[in-house]
């Protein structure tokens, strides 16, 4: 069982920034390669982007790319969201999610856990 806590979401003008935080439980959070969606009421869940397991890579979706960075600490188990220069169309609430196969994929169906999720709202 792995548990997973975001944090950091809020309220922010458009052109701001934000960092979310994912807190994971459990001993081989080294192991897992780490990924961010986001989803819009009525809509299907957007792939953001996606970090390996040793932080040495990652990936993101075209809308976010330049703009979000992901990083990781694998000595406190956390995986971070770096968000600047947002936009309103960035409003939604974020989930991090945990894929214990250590592969970093943008399809969600990969990922095992997942938290509960931050709204973040991007004012104009």
């Known amino acids: 069982q792995v548990l997973l806590e975001e944090s950091g979401g809020g309220l922010v003008q458009a052109g701001g920034s934000l960092r979310l935080s994912c807190a994971a439980s459990?001993?081989?959070?080294?192991?897992?390669?780490m990924g961010w969606f986001r989803q819009v009421p009525g809509k299907e869940r957007e792939f953001v982007g996606h970090?390996?397991?040793?932080?040495?890579?990652?990936d993101y979706a075209d809308s976010v790319k330049g703009r979000f960075t992901i990083s990781r600490g694998n000595f406190n188990n956390t995986v971070y969201l770096q968000m600047n220069s947002l936009k309103p169309e960035d409003t939604a609430v974020y989930y991090c999610a945990a894929a214990l196969s250590g592969i970093a994929t943008w399809y969600s169906l990969e990922y095992d856990y997942w938290g509960q999720g931050t709204q973040v709202t991007v004012s104009s």
């Open positions: 459990g001993r081989t959070f080294s192991s897992y390669a």
């Open positions: 970090i390996s397991p040793s932080g040495g890579s990652t």
